[in-house]
């Protein structure tokens, strides 16, 4: 399966993370808003891009140990 350029959105009701493909599938969860009013959860993406740890320069500097044995 190929995930490259995937993306997909989300929302957190409390610890639960709820997936969806499209944005407005998620516009049914909401949360009291600061008037305590009902309102939907503003919905966060994930996009997948694929990579291998020796190409975070910046891990790898910091922590070698990092890569399995």
Not at 13 to 20: D, M, P, T
Not at 34 to 60: C, H
Request: hydrophobic letters at 45%.
């Amino acid at each position: 399966m190929n995930l490259c350029g995937f993306l997909d959105g989300f929302v957190r009701v409390g610890y639960e993370i709820i997936w969806a493909d499209r944005p407005e599938d998620l516009a049914a969860h909401t949360a009291p808003d600061e008037n305590g009013n009902q309102a939907p959860i503003p919905p966060k993406s994930l996009t997948f891009i694929p990579a291998k740890v020796t190409e975070n320069r910046a891990l790898m500097a910091a922590d070698p140990a990092t890569l399995p044995i």
